[in-house]
C-alpha cells in the first residue's frame, strides 16, 4: 500500500499534531507577561536611539554640507577678508562653537570666532591628499571632544587658506524627557559626548558597562544584525538590559549611524560613532491571563481532539479495515460464511453488495439478491462523520479564535511607552524645524554673495549648484522687487505674478489640494530682491516615516493636515476628536509655554497618541504648526495583546490542522470510498461490464481490484452456466472455490 495514503496516516497526523498542539499551548504559549520589562519597551528604546543616529547624521552631514558650499559660494565672487567670511558664516549659521580661518602655506591664523580650536591637531601639508579636507575628531584639553569640518578658501593671486569649524558631538533636537540619559560612542566604545548623564557613579557605571556593549554589537554587519526581512533602520541597532535596582531596571536602546540608504555611507558615518540612549523603568512582573487557562486548554484539546480521533478509528478505519479483509476473502473463493456488514455509512453500503455478490457467485440470480443490510444508518454518510469530527475541534479552535482572551478598551500600556511617544513626537517636531530653519539659512547664505553685478547665468548657476546640494528645493529662484523673476531653476514658480517678497520667512499656501512651503531669504546686494526656495511635499513627509510612532500629521494653526507619512487629504481637519483636542491641549499658552502631551486614547479601540508644537526659535516658530501622532496599541508587545495573538494562533493552528486532516482524508478515502459504494452496488445489481478500477494503492484500492476479480468471477459463471444450457445439462449450484 502507499506509504501516504490510506486511512491510517491522516489519523496519524491528526493525532499528532492534536498532541503538539497540546503541549505548545500548555508549556509555550502560556508564557505571557513573565518578563519584567515588556518587549515593546525594548523596542520603543531602540527607536528611541534610531531617532538620535538620524538625527546626529544629519547634522554632521548638513554642517559639512554648508561648510564647502559657503567657501565655493565665496569663492566664486570677490575676495573677502578672513573676518568677513568668519561673520557672515556666523549671522547665517548658528551652529558651530568655533571657527576660524588659517592661511595654509604659512600657518598663521588669520581670524578666530567662538571657541579656541585645537589647530596644532591639524597637519596642513597633508590637506592636498585623498582625505585631507575629511571630517576629523580631536580631543580637547578638558577632555571633551571637538569635531572638526575643513574646507578651502581660494581666490586667484591669493594665499590659499582653510576654513575649520569646530561643533560637539552631542545628539541635536533630541528631547529626554525628565530621565532619561544619551551618548555618543566612538568605534572602540568611548563616550564622546553625552547629555542627561547626571554626576552619581551609578549612571557613569551603567553607561561604561552599555558602551563596552555596544562597541561590540556595533561591529556586526547589519545584515546579520538583524531578522530577516526586518526594515525601517537601515543600520545596526538594538536593545539592552542592564542592572536592577530598587524596583527599576536600567533599559538601553542603540543605533550606529548609517546612511538613509542601505548601504550608501556619507561623511558622517565615516566617524563609526553609535548613539546610546538608556532610561530607568519599573519592573513589573504581571502575567496577562493565569497558567490555568493555558492549561486547561490543553486538557481540553486533548479530550476533544481523543473523542474526534476514537470517532475515525471506529466508525471510518476499523469498518475499511474490515471491508478489505471481508472482499479479499470473497475475492479467494470462501462464500459459505456471510459478510460481516458494518453499521454506518458507504462501508455499510459495500458490505451489503459484497455480501450479495457473494450469493450470486454460490448461484442466486441479481434479482433475488436486492436489498441492503445496512438500513437507515447506511444513509449516514462519511463524509457527516468527517464533519461530526471538525465540529468537535472547531468546538475548541473557535473560542479561542473569536472570544477568550480579548484585550480590552481597559487595557494597560506601560507609561514608559506613552513617555517615548510624546519625546519621540516631540524630536520629530524638533527635525521639521530645524529642517525648515536650515533650509532658510542656505538661501540665505546664497543670497548673501548676490549683487547687481551677478549676471542672470550667474545667478541661474548659483541656483542649480545649491538645489543640487540639497534635494529638498522643488524649486528656486530669485524674485525681484517687482515680482519679476530674474533667475530660476527647477520647477515653475507658485508666486503671485507681479507680487513682489513675502515680508514673511517661511509661508504656506494651497496651491490646489497641495501644501507649497516657501522660503524668503532677502538679497541685500540687490535692492528689494530676495533668493526664494519652494519645498519639495515629498521632502517634509520623508522625515515623518519613522517605525513605531504609528500615523504621523502635521497641522497647521487651524488644525488642518500639511503632511504625514502615508495617505492623507492636504488641508483636511483631524479625523479624531481626541487627537484634535490632544493638539489644542499641547499648544495652550495659559500658564506656560506649549510642550509635548501625550494620551491614551480609547475611543475604537486602544492607542497611544502624542502632540507636539514646532518651538525652540527660528524662522520656522510663527508657522505654529503641530506635529501629532497616534499608534494603535494592538501592535506591541505587552502582555495583554501577546496573550490575545497567542490565543489566536493557537485557534488558527487547531483549525489549520483539523482542516489540512481532514480534508486530505476527504481527498483520499472519503471521496473514492463513495465512488466504490456506487460501484459495488451497480455490480450487485447486475452490471458486469463496466470494469472496476482501482485509483490509490490502499485499503480503498485494495478492496476496488477485489471487486474487479469478483466481476471476472461473475463473468465466468455466466459463461459457465451459458455452455451448460447449449448442452441440455440443467446448471447446479456453483462449487465454493478451495480456500487457501
Not at 587 to 599: F, I, L, Q, T, V
Request: proline share 5%; net charge positive.
Amino acid at each position: 500500500m502507499s506509504l501516504l495514503g490510506g486511512i491510517r496516516p491522516p489519523i496519524a497526523a491528526l493525532s499528532a499534531l492534536l498532541l503538539a498542539l497540546a503541549a505548545l499551548t500548555a508549556f509555550q504559549l502560556g508564557h505571557v507577561g513573565r518578563e519584567t520589562v515588556p518587549p515593546a519597551v525594548l523596542t520603543s528604546q531602540q527607536y528611541f536611539a534610531e531617532d538620535g543616529a538620524i538625527a546626529l547624521r544629519a547634522s554632521l552631514d548638513e554642517s559639512i554640507t554648508d561648510i564647502g558650499r559657503t567657501a565655493s559660494l565665496f569663492g566664486s565672487g570677490e575676495p573677502v577678508s578672513p573676518d568677513s567670511v568668519l561673520d557672515k558664516l556666523g549671522s547665517v549659521y548658528q551652529k558651530w562653537r568655533g571657527t576660524a580661518v588659517i592661511e595654509i602655506k604659512s600657518g598663521r591664523l588669520e581670524a578666530q570666532r567662538g571657541e579656541n580650536l585645537p589647530l596644532t591637531a591639524l597637519d596642513l601639508t597633508a590637506l592636498d591628499g585623498k582625505s585631507g579636507l575629511a571630517p576629523r575628531m580631536v580631543r580637547l584639553e578638558n577632555g571633551e571632544t571637538r569635531l572638526l569640518t575643513l574646507a578651502l578658501l581660494s581666490w586667484p593671486n591669493r594665499p590659499q587658506q582653510l576654513l575649520v569649524a569646530s561643533s560637539s558631538l552631542k545628539v541635536p533636537g533630541i528631547s529626554l524627557g525628565r530621565s532619561r540619559s544619551i551618548a555618543v560612542l566612538d568605534s572602540s566604545g568611548q563616550v564622546l559626548g553625552s547629555d542627561g548623564v547626571g554626576g552619581s557613579g551609578q549612571e557613569k557605571k551603567q553607561l561604561a558597562k552599555f558602551a563596552e556593549t555596544v562597541a561590540q554589537k556595533a561591529e556586526r554587519h547589519p545584515l546579520q544584525a538583524k531578522e530577516p526581512g526586518s526594515g525601517g533602520f537601515a543600520g545596526i541597532s538594538g536593545s539592552l538590559l542592564g542592572d536592577a535596582r530598587d524596583g527599576h531596571r536600567s533599559v538601553a536602546g542603540y543605533a550606529k549611524l548609517t546612511g538613509s540608504q542601505p548601504g550608501v555611507g556619507t561623511d558622517a558615518t565615516a566617524l563609526g560613532l553609535t548613539v546610546v540612549s538608556f532610561v530607568g523603568v519599573a519592573e513589573e512582573r504581571s502575567a496577562a491571563v493565569d497558567s490555568f487557562f493555558w492549561i486547561a486548554a490543553s486538557a481540553a484539546l486533548l479530550v476533544l481532539g481523543a473523542l474526534a480521533v476514537a470517532l475515525l478509528v471506529t466508525t471510518v478505519q476499523r469498518p475499511l479495515l474490515q471491508l478489505f479483509l471481508e472482499s479479499r476473502r470473497i475475492g479467494r473463493g470462501d462464500l459459505n460464511r456471510p459478510v460481516t456488514v458494518p453499521k454506518y455509512g458507504e462501508a455499510a453500503r459495500i458490505g451489503a453488495a459484497l455480501d450479495r455478490l457473494r450469493r450470486q457467485l454460490l448461484g442466486a440470480p441479481a434479482a433475488e439478491t436486492g436489498g441492503t443490510r445496512g438500513g437507515r444508518r447506511a444513509r449516514i454518510g462519511t463524509r457527516a462523520l468527517l464533519a461530526v469530527c471538525g465540529i468537535l475541534l472547531l468546538v475548541w479552535s473557535g473560542p479561542l479564535l473569536l472570544t477568550l482572551n480579548r484585550a480590552g478598551a481597559s487595557v494597560a500600556v506601560p507609561r514608559a511607552i506613552v513617555d517615548d511617544q510624546r519625546e519621540r513626537t516631540d524630536t520629530l517636531a524638533d527635525r521639521v524645524r530645524r529642517a525648515l530653519n536650515e533650509g532658510h539659512a542656505d538661501l540665505t547664505s546664497v543670497a548673501s554673495v548676490i549683487s547687481d553685478r551677478t549676471t542672470p547665468d550667474e545667478l541661474t548657476k548659483l541656483l542649480e549648484r545649491t538645489r543640487n546640494q540639497h534635494g529638498r528645493y522643488e524649486s528656486l529662484y530669485v524674485l525681484n522687487a517687482d515680482g519679476t523673476v530674474l533667475a530660476r531653476t527647477g520647477g515653475k514658480p507658485h508666486h503671485s505674478a507681479g507680487k513682489g517678497p513675502s515680508k514673511q520667512p517661511v509661508t504656506l499656501v494651497d496651491s490646489g489640494n497641495r501644501p507649497v512651503i516657501t522660503e524668503y531669504a532677502e538679497a541685500p546686494g540687490l535692492a528689494g530682491a530676495a533668493v526664494v526656495g519652494e519645498l519639495r511635499i515629498d521632502f517634509l513627509n520623508a522625515m515623518l516615516k519613522r517605525p513605531g510612532l504609528g500615523e504621523v500629521r502635521v497641522v497647521d494653526a487651524g488644525h488642518r493636515v500639511i503632511g504625514g507619512n502615508n495617505g492623507y487629504l492636504a488641508f483636511a481637519s483631524l479625523s479624531d476628536a481626541g487627537l484634535d483636542a490632544l493638539v489644542s491641549a499641547a499648544n495652550e499658552k495659559a500658564d506656560k509655554s506649549p510642550r509635548a502631551k501625550s494620551a491614551l486614547l480609547r475611543d475604537g479601540g486602544v492607542s497611544i497618541a502624542a502632540a507636539a508644537p514646532m518651538t525652540g526659535g527660528g524662522v520656522a516658530q510663527p508657522l505654529d504648526w503641530t506635529v501629532v501622532t497616534r499608534q494603535p496599541a494592538k501592535g506591541l508587545e505587552i502582555s495583554a495583546y501577546t496573550a490575545q495573538n497567542r490565543t489566536v494562533l493557537a485557534g488558527l493552528l487547531g483549525l489549520t490542522g483539523a482542516a489540512a486532516c481532514l480534508g486530505w482524508m476527504h481527498i483520499i478515502v472519503v471521496r473514492p470510498l463513495r465512488d466504490l459504494a456506487r460501484r459495488a452496488e451497480a455490480l450487485a445489481d447486475g452490471d458486469r461490464r463496466t470494469v472496476v478500477y482501482p485509483t490509490h494503492h490502499d485499503e480503498v484500492g485494495a478492496v476496488t481490484r477485489s471487486l474487479e476479480v469478483i466481476r471476472h468471477q461473475l463473468l465466468e459463471q455466466r459463461k459457465r452456466d451459458a455452455a451448460g444450457g447449449a448442452t441440455g445439462r440443467t446448471p447446479g449450484p456453483a462449487t465454493p472455490a478451495g480456500r487457501n
